[in-house]
């Protein structure tokens, strides 16, 4: 990339960070000691407002990167991403966010202990709600190290690996000091961002092709290098009988993931209502899907325009597609226009990693400190101390998906999210739909729910081709690889829901009747709820 393009977008960038610290630091003058302030904002967002921010939190790097590349490489398989993860909605929409509302206060745990011993399932959800956080914040991370590579011209280790660390410690910053209520103003200044840029980027390619969606398919298909089978489906899943189930456990986990996500969940309690939850989410799947419909434009535009093999060189996992489509739509490389729309697409993209990894780290850390650090012997402990705990857990958080993005580099960022979803899916799906509807459900099956999807999904993971045995592994120069999909959903998730029926035939602890009759009443009318 030239010094222009560097000058213009390193500006924007730098814009973006001070709006959005400037908004960190006039929400932390205000009262952020108590934990409905720091965890939900007070509950005083509006239903657009938080359906905004929803879009904001949803709409990541993976959606505005990786899915865009995904389908640049590969046309009809990558498209798949973008299916799966707007139906998610639907299972949000219907089965869980008035319901969570109702029942819950802060965490997904709040909603399983409502029934429940507290401190074993407290320390269950907890501990996995990190572990789909991180993972997923790897994710964003990931897709920020190869912006700001492409930025600068290379694909510098030194570059990737301070933009990370850059990226950590910002998201560390606004979630300290700006609690909820400046991570929800940070997704909404985002969400229309990202809106207004995906729009901008599909007319532009529309134009380029007169409206003619058949003329940009066949061209995306001649610069495919891959033909015919571009639009086909098989390209990337159905090479055999292994790819096409790795292919079924992908789209297990978009679609179920979504209603275990911890930072998705949390922006339920934001507003005062759960008709208000119900309402946020309606204008989230009405922004999101019109968001994702632009991906599949913008992917196959990518392809068409710049062409699979100069997307693959740029970028081995496709993470690149949109803003070298915008290099080009705007004039292509040395152009005043390319030059801006280059910067601009790579500022919201920017834009759109902080924002997201904000939202992901404050769930996480309220996961610590409400749920592990209360369980773990500080059950008394001052509200006021338990923020501060959240804090301290903001920047431990951060660290460690500081190291384990710098081992992820090469993965696409699409394909990580699809690993916290399937986590998410496995453990804390089954655990959240057994405690709303099963009357039998109990402490012991609320456990061995969480454990017996969490585990499973994290060591078939480690035993897949994503960590080792192939050459854009995580450890291309090991090989214990035993498991044979790279996604883990399809064994995983069944595993939790059958680990949760098992855990509650055998334990011999009765379930309590009084208490699901209460929160069967709180959850369907809001009765007691906070």
């Not at 007169?210 to 061209?219: F, K």
């Not at 062409?307 to 080009?328: E, I, K």
């Not at 769930?363 to 059950?379: I, P, Q, T």
């Not at 992820?408 to 959240?432: C, K, T």
Request: proline residues 3%; aromatic residues 8%; positive net charge.
């Amino acid at each position: 990339m030239t010094g222009d393009h560097q000058t213009l977008a390193l500006v924007l960038f730098s814009a973006f960070v001070a709006v959005t610290l400037g908004i960190t630091t006039w929400v932390s003058r205000k009262r952020q000691g108590s934990a409905e302030e720091f965890y939900a904002g007070g509950r005083l967002f509006s239903p657009m407002e938080n359906g905004f921010a929803i879009a904001g939190d949803y709409m990541s790097a993976a959606s505005f990167l990786g899915i865009s590349g995904l389908i640049a490489l590969f046309g009809y398989d990558g498209m798949l991403y973008s299916v799966g993860f707007l139906v998610a909605w639907l299972v949000v929409l219907f089965l869980v966010a008035e319901l969570v509302r109702n029942c819950g206060r802060f965490t997904l745990a709040d909603v399983v202990a409502a029934r429940m011993r507290e401190r074993p399932v407290r320390i269950a959800a907890g501990t996995s709600s990190v572990t789909v956080s991180v993972l997923y914040l790897v994710a964003q991370m990931v897709g920020a190290g190869s912006l700001v590579a492409l930025l600068l011209g290379g694909t510098s280790a030194s570059a990737r690996t301070w933009t990370v660390i850059g990226v950590g410690a910002l998201m560390v910053v606004y979630v300290s000091l700006g609690g909820m209520r400046a991570t929800t103003w940070i997704q909404i200044v985002k969400a229309v961002l990202l809106m207004a840029g995906a729009i901008a980027l599909t007319v532009l390619v529309l134009v380029r092709f007169h409206g003619d969606v058949n003329g940009l398919l066949n061209t995306a298909v001649a610069h495919s290098g891959h033909g015919a089978e571009f639009l086909a489906p098989g390209l990337k899943y159905g090479g055999d009988r292994t790819a096409r189930l790795d292919f079924i456990s992908l789209g297990l986990a978009l679609v179920l993931g979504t209603a275990g996500l911890p930072h998705i969940l949390s922006r339920f309690y934001t507003v005062p209502t759960a008709r208000a939850a119900r309402h946020s989410v309606v204008w989230a799947v009405g922004l999101i899907g019109g968001f994702y419909l632009m991906t599949i434009v913008l992917g196959f535009g990518a392809a068409a325009l710049v062409g699979s093999d100069a997307v693959r060189a740029s970028n081995a996992s496709g993470n690149t597609a949109v803003p070298l489509l915008a290099l080009d739509l705007g004039g292509g490389a040395g152009s005043t226009g390319g030059t801006v729309l280059f910067a601009v697409v790579a500022a919201i993209a920017f834009a759109t990693i902080l924002a997201v990894v904000a939202g992901i780290t404050l769930a996480s850390s309220a996961s610590v400190a409400h749920d592990l650090y209360v369980s773990l012997g500080r059950r008394h402990a001052k509200r006021r101390s338990e923020v501060a705990v959240a804090r301290l857990a903001a920047a431990g958080i951060g660290a460690v998906a500081i190291a384990l993005s710098l081992l992820a580099q090469d993965l696409n960022v699409a394909f990580l999210v699809g690993l916290a979803f399937a986590v998410a899916a496995s453990a804390n799906l089954p655990v959240l739909l057994y405690s709303l509807f099963w009357r039998n459900f109990t402490t012991r099956g609320a456990v061995w729910s969480v454990y017996g999807g969490l585990i499973p999904a994290v060591v078939l993971v480690a035993l897949s081709p994503v960590v080792s045995g192939s050459p854009d592994a995580v450890l291309p120069g090991l090989d214990f690889q035993v498991f044979p999909l790279q996604n883990p959903g399809v064994v995983s998730i069944p595993l939790g829901f059958l680990a949760g029926w098992i855990g509650t035939a055998t334990s011999s602890e009765p379930p309590d009747e009084t208490r699901y009759a209460e929160t069967e009443v709180r959850s369907l009318t809001g009765a007691g709820a906070v």
